[in-house]
């Protein structure tokens, strides 16, 4: 019998989940590959599909001692959602009408607010960890946070408004992204100073892919973090805040962190 050689590419698949030396059988793909790209793709649509679970994220941020509250954005359904995406980026009006009456003109420094996205399963899995995360790094700041905003149907743009209603210099809204076919619970963080509506996405800083197969939740947290530090120093977020966090990760979370008041 003939021994078949080793595939070069193989160590490579212990390294990613991305698409790498999935073999070829003839001019096709192997069942093995054929079969896991049709699991991936049914994971991407459902994920797409599924709503979070915010009682179990509320759940969690409360037990850590947060405040939260939950609101919705103007989508009626998930159905809606995905084909009405200008309704996800604004507040329902019973929900607009709320955080108008939590904000009362308060003022406080940032707003954390987490929504659904296009992938409700990274929103159940990691926000509720990754908020944790950046609130234990923000305090020792002095930082005045708003209670954490649960937004259900929820788009990136929706942050703008309601760190607009609560008087915050910053909102950090975190996001399922759009799912890939090796990544389908993906969180993104969206930073934006002086959030109101009609902001741009050249207004927003993004942090993507956090997940513990792509960008760790503590490395993710650290670069939240000292994104909001340099947005409150420089008063400023988008395109004219670049992200220099290498030394960062080199020399641990406090270095880079030179943000004041």
Request: charged share 25%; net charge positive.
């Amino acid at each position: 019998m003939t021994s078949t050689p080793p595939d070069p590419w193989a160590p490579l698949t212990r390294l990613t989940t991305a698409r790498i030396a999935l073999g070829r059988a003839g001019g096709s793909l192997p069942t093995r590959a054929h079969l896991a790209f049709q699991l991936a793709h049914a994971q991407a649509r459902d994920a797409v599909h599924h709503a979070a679970d915010f009682h179990r994220v509320a759940a969690d941020l409360e037990g850590a001692g947060l405040a939260v509250i939950r609101v919705e954005s103007a989508v009626g359904d998930r159905a809606s959602y995905l084909q009405r995406p200008d309704l996800g980026r604004r507040l329902s009006p019973a929900s607009s009408e709320r955080l108008a009456v939590l904000g009362g003109g308060s003022e406080v420094d940032v707003a954390i607010v987490v929504a659904d996205g296009l992938s409700g399963f990274a929103v159940e899995r990691h926000a509720a960890a990754l908020v944790r995360l950046v609130v234990e790094r923000l305090r020792p700041g002095g930082w005045r946070l708003a209670p954490i905003v649960l937004v259900s149907g929820g788009r990136v743009a929706v942050g703008d408004e309601v760190g607009a209603l609560l008087g915050a210099r910053l909102t950090a809204l975190f996001i399922g992204e759009r799912p890939g076919l090796s990544a389908p619970d993906s969180l993104g963080a969206y930073l934006t100073f002086e959030p109101k509506p009609a902001r741009t996405d050249a207004d927003r800083n993004c942090v993507s892919n956090i997940r513990p197969e792509g960008l760790p939740l503590a490395v993710g947290a650290d670069r939240v973090v000292w994104l909001l530090h340099e947005a409150r120093r420089r008063k400023l977020t988008g395109v004219g805040l670049k992200e220099e966090t290498g030394r960062l990760l080199e020399a641990g979370p406090a270095d880079g962190q030179t943000g004041g008041p």
